[in-house]
């Protein structure tokens, strides 16, 4: 094994001027991340420079098999924590050969929307914090948990420190290093309320770059527990019954909300999603109906509320947003299986073009 471990940390710097891209892309079903590697002659920082590339949609369920080239266009470029030096990671989107995005190509709609001239004008930020449970390997249960049996009930494992509280502490770990690594702005990490259970934050991070960085980090993650043996899954209610579900809440704000007298422009960007909230949360991740009940921290799914300092609130408006008169506000609602894309873009066109 120390052979094998040699040899995966090899330094190509010593010996070549090539690098290793893994072109990483969005499968079928809109949450199964897939990669593959090419050989590059040179180090590469700009993602127009990368070339173009194909894959078998057919084996990912985006294309027919008589018709099954779909083509990678490279988006973003993030360093690779895994083999290290010059070596990439690249956030793709797909498309047909014939130029077209295909159907479950989330992003290129996003960029459009984003590429707004009143958008961009906004500069809208986004923080995202992403929660994830850490799942035992060949059974649906989360790691630390007797098998068919319960832990104790929540209250000592948010932000709990201990072997029997923190379950999964070194992998959590290792992901936030790799993300800082990579380049993708993550700004904490902590343990929430069911034990086995985490979340990152991403941001504050502009347009669709927060999408790009929301993908790779789950990408990360998902080496990361395949490396350590566990499964990791975002789904938004893993354990049914009195435990808290897995969201993604989606922090944010416009330049106007930032500047005095945002409170005001808040207050009017709730109003549109109040209006529109049938439709977001049609967007807003598969399975949400199961956590957002009305208890664990969550509104009820189909009643929209707001309220200041409210984590039992359709969208929350902080404290500190209140007495300075501007900042930004969370919107609660997406599940932690949302896509980035889809639900960064949403809440822009809502507020900002609605």
């Not at 710097?13 to 499968?27: H, N, R, V």
């Not at 990671?89 to 995005?101: K, R, S």
């Not at 909300?257 to 598969?286: C, W």
């Not at 208890?295 to 902080?318: L, P, Y």
Request: aromatic residues 10%.
């Amino acid at each position: 094994m120390s052979l094998l471990s040699d040899l995966v940390n090899l330094n190509l710097s010593d010996s070549t001027k090539q690098i290793i891209a893994e072109y990483i892309w969005i499968g079928g079903s809109g949450m199964d991340i897939r990669s593959k590697a090419r050989t590059l002659p040179g180090p590469v920082s700009d993602p127009s420079k990368l070339p173009k590339w194909n894959y078998d949609g057919s084996s990912t369920g985006q294309a027919a098999g008589d018709n099954s080239e779909v083509i990678l266009y490279p988006q973003a470029i993030f360093r690779d924590p895994f083999r290290r030096g010059d070596n990439i990671l690249v956030m793709c989107d797909a498309y047909t050969p014939a130029g077209d995005p295909i159907p479950t190509n989330k992003r290129h709609k996003a960029a459009k929307i984003f590429s707004h001239p009143n958008v961009a004008k906004e500069v809208p930020w986004y923080g995202i914090e992403q929660e994830y449970t850490l799942m035992q390997k060949g059974v649906n249960w989360p790691i630390g948990w007797p098998i068919g049996g319960f832990p104790g009930p929540q209250g000592p494992y948010y932000c709990g420190v201990g072997a029997d509280k923190a379950i999964g502490r070194d992998i959590v770990d290792a992901h936030y290093k790799a993300c800082l690594y990579a380049g993708i702005g993550i700004s904490g990490v902590n343990g929430e309320v069911m034990p086995g259970q985490w979340e990152f934050q991403v941001g504050p991070v502009e347009g669709i770059s927060a999408g790009d960085q929301v993908w790779v980090a789950r990408y990360l993650l998902e080496r990361i527990t395949e490396i350590s043996g566990v499964n990791v899954s975002f789904d938004p209610k893993p354990v049914p019954g009195d435990w808290n579900g897995a969201g993604a809440h989606c922090n944010y704000s416009t330049k106007t909300m930032r500047n005095d007298g945002g409170l005001a422009v808040i207050k009017k960007a709730i109003e549109k999603l109040q209006l529109k909230h049938k439709e977001h949360i049609a967007a807003y991740g598969e399975g949400n109906e199961r956590r957002l009940t009305g208890k664990h921290e969550t509104a009820d799914i189909n009643t929209f509320s707001w309220g200041v300092a409210n984590r039992g609130a359709s969208v929350r408006v902080g404290r500190d947003t209140e007495k300075e008169g501007k900042g930004y506000f969370e919107d609660r609602r997406p599940a932690s299986n949302m896509d980035p894309y889809v639900v960064t873009s949403m809440i822009a066109e809502t507020t900002i073009l609605g």
